[in-house]
């Protein structure tokens, strides 16, 4: 079976990995153009184009897929099946019509919940205690093809969007090989999908992170791991802005919102008179660190209060 496999970010190299480690013969793979990363600005190759390089898979990086040139370009690898995850644009009809055996997502969800830019993140933020991967045909919706086939697994209480996305992506791996060869046998019957069951998962903003200690502490500790590893939560204390990367739930009982309640370990309270315990931590201009870091070397005091003033 020839295939086009189409991805950028880490989350899509298990599958590439997987793919060429069956046997599949990846033609190509098509991947967002190099962009400048760090403070530096370093012009750095997306994931899946290293993976592909050191495979010696044929790359392609068009600025504008729905351009004729990049449509020809894909046409001439005649491929069977285009492999879609996580490529980060929307393909136009002709490129969806372009492979016999069609075009097949991976997506970080059990849809139809969680359509969109960032589903792994918004299960986190929402507290969802379940998620999983769906694999389905693409259609010119977002997210809105038939499904073929779906694997759950459980969010740990504390895991952080990273700890799950990477959990994903190698599940994700796995439901993409049953589903070819689901395809290749026809045993799998798609599914169109629930349209009242529908949600969406926008794109992940910084300002989204800021900290609101008048919520329940549960809500609080839920943001701080869906934004991690990006854009991050955050707060002021003192007049300075600080990033909170991982935290737990205390049983400590909150008192006012945002006031330090302990300083070893660090808790703060929250709304509802519950609190958090903060577990790292990063001031502006310092590096990331262990709130227990964080309080000898920044003298913090019990009845400080974070968040503004």
Request: charged share 30%.
């Amino acid at each position: 079976m020839k295939v086009i496999f189409m991805g950028t970010p880490d989350f899509a190299v298990p599958s590439l990995e997987m793919l060429i480690k069956k046997g599949y013969d990846v033609r190509c793979v098509v991947t967002q153009p190099d962009k400048p990363q760090g403070r530096k600005m370093i012009l750095t190759a997306p994931p899946v184009k290293k993976c592909a390089q050191e495979n010696g898979i044929e790359v392609f990086q068009p600025i504008k897929i729905k351009e004729d040139a990049a449509f020809e370009k894909l046409k001439s690898f005649s491929p069977d099946l285009i492999v879609v995850v996580a490529y980060g644009k929307i393909l136009p009809k002709r490129i969806l019509d372009l492979p016999k055996c069609g075009c097949i997502n991976v997506h970080g969800s059990l849809l139809p919940k969680y359509r969109g830019a960032a589903p792994i993140q918004w299960s986190v933020i929402d507290g969802e205690e379940k998620t999983g991967v769906t694999t389905m045909y693409m259609d010119e919706g977002m997210d809105t093809g038939k499904m073929l086939l779906k694997k759950e697994t459980n969010i740990g209480e504390n895991e952080t969007s990273e700890e799950l996305y990477n959990r994903l992506s190698i599940i994700g791996a796995e439901l993409l090989y049953d589903t070819i060869k689901g395809i290749e046998s026809k045993s799998i019957v798609p599914q169109s999908q629930d349209e009242s069951k529908a949600t969406y998962a926008k794109i992940l903003e910084k300002n989204m992170g800021k900290i609101d200690w008048s919520k329940d502490a549960k809500d609080i500790h839920n943001l701080i791991r869906g934004l991690n590893p990006w854009p991050i939560a955050f707060t002021k204390l003192n007049g300075k802005n600080i990033k909170i990367y991982k935290s737990l739930l205390s049983n400590v009982k909150g008192e006012k919102e945002g006031k330090i309640v302990s300083l070893s370990p660090l808790i703060v309270g929250c709304g509802n008179n519950t609190a958090l315990e903060i577990l790292e931590i990063q001031l502006e201009g310092k590096k990331r660190m262990t709130a227990r870091d964080f309080v000898i070397g920044n003298h913090i005091k019990e009845e400080d209060i974070l968040g503004e003033k």
